[in-house]
């Protein structure tokens, strides 16, 4: 049964809390226009108060009715997102507290790009990031030199590219110091070994310098800071850089095969390139840590810089949480052997799962206490991926995933906020440019940080103002993880019934255990043992939990998503695992047929809260496995009378 607590959180599938939410809207509509005329009440009107009545107003007033009315009735089409018969993408209800900052805020419309237009929600910005910072376990106290820093980007994309740029110049840095060769500051002996600098050391060459800067006079100070800018692969692009130290080559990336695919697109814009990114083998749907260590053997022996090794917490398509622990024991153990890169940890969809594992005190839950509450979640590696998140170099994460914001709410973290320095850009029109001690002075310069300019304090004031009233701990947001893991748990007790019941007629399985909140589910009708047959099937049934555009929205009883299982993905192993227990002949995978080298599947998001039993005897999951049933059956008949 859903716990009380979510009652007042969203508006809810019906529309339940629409009268706080008027409530709210109105009141702080009246509160904003109240705000306007107090800036100068001695200021008159300036749109005549008969305006209203001239022909032209209300001309203009017929048009913009006309065309709302179109609008809303044409997002009539829209897919119902609220509703728990939406099991499809990451996306689920919104927030009450974050819909309303949103909408309080709009009208003030103020630009995180800098404290001169946003004097208010850049703060909250900062402070989101501190929030966030938090609940994966960084430092999050700004009076620390080491502590975090993280800001908002437009969705898990950018912050991952924010990723790439970032361990760029940390990797970068070294090798322009080296080149520069200021007085005083030790410096590794050769390009490769300054190209292979941990975090730590880059993040404390980075301090040595601004030491450095600082014992010198004015002028000297900027013939310094004009010498190494000229070093720096941010001044000489990667072409004139790796000219510049033909020791080096341009770094690789390592993301599991199951990564999204913001990370092609992240290789492309950074102008690394598509082919430095490297795919590591999955065993289980997570990284497989042996393979990696032979890749970055290979790079050693071959000395090819690795730029950083990604991580995903909560794949896009599988749900899945590679083993973060591992990948972090990892880059000390290289580091140690001279082949130093970053760890970063894409989390844009599984991040907000750490509110689980978080004590209000910031400690870390124990295994066991989690165990209490669920059948089999968290497994031990999962509770220690995610004890190992505060290692990371950095994190992305969506608030608007499930973190219930309204798009477009991504986020960027750092470990340590002193890296950030190697990012800033210059622009005098806007930016002071001195380097405050005071960490909201000199973050509130954000435009000199981050990939976008001008940027929504709205979405700010949302992810802000949401963290407050639930703040990322077990007691409070966990609330909303916990009803959708217990409704994962609630699901696969009835995909096994559901499997029981279909005997004879389907297989059914789960081709994995899931790590988190999202299943895949593998369908076969009985007896059939071709793998492009089975992928017919399934695409056929997915149209039936697809969105329509030709069809009313009611002619869909539940909306679902698809994906597909690929034996490059899978490995072997898996991937005759997988075939057998679905009755598969293997010499029809990959025959030469249009759809048959991979296993097409169903994919389930349940993160909306009221997937369960809400009190009213109605269980969306059971409703969802009959509606399944009988669209399956359906279409076995209608093969069988073909
Ligand atoms: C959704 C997702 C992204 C991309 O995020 P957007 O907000 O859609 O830009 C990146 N990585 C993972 C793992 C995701 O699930």
Redo the contacts with the bound molecule.
């Keep these: 049964m859903t716990s009380p607590s979510i009652h007042p959180c969203f508006l809810g599938p019906y529309g339940e809390n629409d009268a706080l939410l008027e409530k709210l809207v109105v009141e702080f509509l009246r509160d904003h226009v109240y705000w306007r005329r107090n800036v100068h009440p001695e200021d008159p009107p300036a749109i005549p108060t008969g305006a209203a009545g001239e022909p032209a107003f209300r001309d203009f007033e017929a048009r913009m009715r006309r065309e709302l009315h179109a609008l809303s009735a044409s997002l009539k089409r829209s897919v119902p997102f609220h509703s728990p018969r939406y099991i499809g993408h990451?996306v689920s209800d919104l927030l009450l507290p974050g819909l309303a900052a949103q909408f309080l805020t709009l009208p003030y419309n103020p630009n995180n790009v800098s404290i001169d237009a946003a004097p208010v929600t850049i703060d909250m910005e900062l402070k989101a990031g501190l929030q966030l910072a938090r609940m994966f376990g960084y430092v999050d106290d700004p009076a620390r030199p080491d502590c975090a820093f993280g800001h908002l980007t437009s969705?898990?994309?950018?912050a991952?590219f924010q990723a790439l740029r970032l361990a760029l110049a940390c990797k970068a840095f070294p090798v322009a110091l080296r080149a520069s060769a200021p007085p005083g500051i030790v410096l590794p002996d050769d390009d490769w070994s300054a190209f292979n600098l941990d975090s730590k050391s880059v993040v404390a060459l980075v301090d040595q310098w601004n030491a450095f800067l600082a014992s010198c006079p004015p002028r000297e100070r900027r013939q310094w800071r004009a010498r190494l800018a000229g070093h720096r692969l941010e001044s000489l692009g990667l072409a004139g850089f790796l000219a510049a130290h033909p020791d080096l080559r341009s770094p690789r990336v390592f993301a599991p095969v199951t990564a999204?695919y913001?990370w092609s697109k992240g290789m492309k814009l950074t102008g690394l390139g598509r082919a430095q990114l490297q795919l590591v083998p999955e065993r289980g749907m997570r990284t497989d840590t042996d393979a990696l260590e032979e890749m970055l053997a290979r790079c050693q022996r071959e000395r090819e810089p690795v730029l950083m090794v990604v991580g995903?917490m909560?794949?896009?398509e599988f749900g899945t949480i590679d083993p973060l622990h591992e990948l972090v024991d990892a880059r000390e153990r290289w580091a140690g052997h001279g082949l130093g890169f970053a760890v970063h940890v894409?989390a844009?969809?599984g991040g907000y799962l750490t509110t689980l594992f978080r004590q209000p005190d910031g400690g870390l839950r124990p295994l066991q206490d989690m165990r209490e509450e669920f059948r089999d979640f968290p497994a031990p590696e999962v509770h220690a991926a995610v004890a190992a998140l505060g290692r990371a170099d950095s994190i992305?994460v969506?608030p608007?995933?499930l973190g219930y914001i309204p798009y477009g709410a991504?986020a960027f973290l750092c470990r340590d906020q002193r890296a950030m320095q190697l990012l800033a850009e210059d622009a005098d029109y806007v930016f002071s440019t001195d380097q405050s001690p005071d960490y909201f002075q000199r973050f509130r310069q954000l435009g000199r940080y981050i990939p976008e300019g001008s940027k929504p304090g709205a979405a700010a004031a949302a992810v802000y103002v949401t963290h407050k009233v639930l703040p990322l701990d077990h007691e409070n947001f966990g609330a909303l993880p916990r009803e959708s893991i217990v409704a994962t748990e609630a699901f696969r007790t009835a995909a096994t019934r559901f499997s029981a019941r279909m005997q004879g007629r389907l297989v059914c399985k789960l081709p994995f255990e899931p790590d988190s909140n999202l299943v895949c589910l593998a369908l076969n009708p009985a007896g059939n043992t071709d793998v492009a047959t089975m992928n017919r099937f399934v695409r056929a049934l997915h149209r039936s939990l697809s969105y329509d555009p030709g069809q009313p929205v009611q002619s869909r009883e539940f909306f679902g998503s698809m994906t597909t299982l690929q034996p490059e993905v899978m490995g072997a192993e898996e991937t005759t695992r997988a075939l057998e227990a679905l009755g598969l002949d293997p010499a029809t995978l990959d025959a030469g047929g249009e759809d048959d080298d991979r296993l097409v599947i169903l994919r389930h998001t349940l993160m909306n809260p009221f997937l369960l039993d809400t009190g009213n005897g109605i269980s969306y999951l059971e409703m969802y496995f009959d509606y399944l049933e009988r669209q399956a059956m359906a279409l076995i008949e209608k093969a069988a009378a073909a």
Excluded: R
């Design positions: 990451m969705g898990g994309t950018l991952n999204h913001s995903v909560g794949s896009t894409d844009a969809w992305t969506d608007h995933k991504g």
